[in-house]
């Protein structure tokens, strides 16, 4: 396992949000996709919940002549994302991932913060292995926050608005169990872990949760049932119980703020230059 620390004196208010996006969401991204490895020379690279696309300019710098697609099952997001994307050598495709049939074969599913949000995603990843050719790969990120106390705290203050049903279950299993489903018909196989430490006043965690992609997701499913117009009370209660929860590092205005991430890299049995590898 492997720790990060981002020390952040921020004022969120002179903040623009494509800095704060690329702060908080391309960390992990930037650090899956550095281990995977080139072994085509023109893949087929699909991004599993695309959202805004945020990720595509780094995709593209990892693979200068990839076919890029871009998935996700919000059909607005998507449109949105298509209106703003200047590179020619991007598809996209509307579907969830459950739901997705593929016109040609991924060499590479990249799926950054998304999967634990899918109740049975551990199946769908052996699906998603299926898709892939001898020597493709799957690379997945999820943060570990179900049972982070920001999250907790979330989940009360909902419940306190007369909020009963929770529209998110996050899962992230032990990397034993992937490693179980997944090692046999792989090449190489890799997890790790990495708890990136945020530290800033008790007030701003609203602004890193609401900013930050899984944060923002599990936000906006929780007003989607209680209605937008209780935003301003929501966030209120929950930033009050953050006060209250999380103590400030003596000699600063500050608490400090963790979101564990879980990494899995799988290549497919097959060519490549790791082949007959296996990694733990």
């Not at 002549?65 to 495709?93: G, H, P, Q, Y």
């Amino acid at each position: 396992a492997t720790v990060s620390v981002l020390y952040w004196q921020l004022n969120w208010g002179n903040m623009s949000t494509r800095y704060v996006r690329e702060m908080l969401r391309m960390r992990p991204a930037k650090e899956l996709l550095s281990k995977i490895h080139k072994t085509v020379k023109d893949p087929v690279v699909v991004d599993v919940g695309c959202g805004d696309g945020h990720a595509i300019t780094h995709l593209r710098q990892h693979w200068p002549t990839a076919k890029i697609v871009c998935l996700d099952k919000d059909k607005n997001v998507l449109r949105e994302t298509m209106s703003n994307c200047i590179d020619s050598n991007v598809a996209f495709a509307h579907s969830s991932i459950e739901d997705w049939k593929p016109t040609e074969r991924p060499d590479v599913i990249y799926a950054n913060s998304v999967l634990h949000l899918i109740e049975g995603h551990s199946e769908l990843m052996e699906k998603m292995v299926d898709m892939l050719p001898k020597g493709g790969i799957l690379a997945v990120q999820m943060p570990c926050i179900e049972d982070e106390l920001f999250v907790r705290i979330l989940k009360d203050c909902v419940k306190q608005l007369g909020c009963t049903e929770m529209p998110y279950k996050m899962e992230v299993h032990s990397p034993s169990r992937y490693y179980q489903l997944l090692s046999q018909g792989s090449a190489m196989f890799e997890t790790w872990s990495s708890t990136h430490h945020h530290y800033l006043p008790p007030e701003d965690v609203i602004n890193l949760l609401k900013t930050s992609g899984t944060g923002g997701t599990i936000w906006n499913a929780y007003l989607s049932v209680l209605g937008k117009s209780s935003e301003p009370e929501l966030a209120d209660l929950f930033t009050a119980k953050v006060k209250e929860a999380y103590p400030v590092i003596p000699n600063t205005n500050e608490c400090l703020f963790s979101i564990p991430r879980f990494f899995m890299v799988m290549t497919k049995e097959g060519h490549g230059p790791i082949m007959g590898m296996r990694h733990v």
